[in-house]
């Protein structure tokens, strides 16, 4: 079983090690101070705390840097020896700052989201294919061809679940208007997610919107009204600004 080292233990490091120990991974949580298993969310049993004061070294072994962005330097002056992987979830941080903070021989920078936990992350990625199987642990894995693109790639799965979350909780809101109970609101939205996720996995968006829309009816009443309101244009400069902010 192929064993990995997160060096982190906030939200996305429990988030990725649930979802590799799905995977058939050992997983091994590095952490500054001992966690509290009995305290998480995501269910841990079987993954492995090793605790770092100074040191830690990283010789051989394949590693995720899973800690704050800022704390890159200060982290990679404790480590030691040179890794066989490393793979970098930390948001604004290339792969060339990576490579000269921590020694391996292959590397690679991904985007991540916390269905990783459930193994339903969609996660592109940046760097050597050999990093593919791991970052597979999480869901599905995206190679990109460039900075750009990657970084382009990194708003769709890191940030836009936050933008669909909006989506969602005012979908909630007008089945409530319409006078559905909120327990329900929640059960049929979430549900709809579902439906859309299987529906686009097999037709473009364009021509899913195209088959649900019937002539002069209810459908396409609604989408007139997103289109009045500018939901398309407000989307695209919710990628646009989120992108401009991680530039930064
Ligand atoms: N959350 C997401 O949806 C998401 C998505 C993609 C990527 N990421 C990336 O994942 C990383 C962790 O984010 P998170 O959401 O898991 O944050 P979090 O829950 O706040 O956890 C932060 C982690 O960073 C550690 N840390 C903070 N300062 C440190 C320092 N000076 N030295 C060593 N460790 C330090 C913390 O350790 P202590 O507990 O000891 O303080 C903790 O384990 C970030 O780089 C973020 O960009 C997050």
Redesign the pocket.
Known sequence: MSKIYI?????????MAHGLKNSGFSVVLV???KIDFSTSTELLDGVENELYENSFDIEGKDII???????LD??AKKLSGKAKKVLS?????DLEAVKAAVKSADYAIC????AAAKNASITPFLGDESLSKIISGFGKAVKMASKSEFDAAGIIS?CA?AFLALVAEALVNGAIRGGVRAKDANKLVSGLFDSVRVLLASSHPALLKESICSPAGTTIEGVAKLEEKGVRSAFIEAVAASLNKQKG
Not at 7 to 15: D, E
Not at 65 to 71: E, G, I, R
Not at 89 to 93: D, E, F, I, S, Y
């Open positions: 060096l982190g233990s906030g939200a996305m490091a429990k988030a952490s500054r101070e840097l899973a800690f704050k962005p800022y704390a200060e982290v979830v930390l948001a604004r941080t985007m991540p989201n916390l890191g679940p």
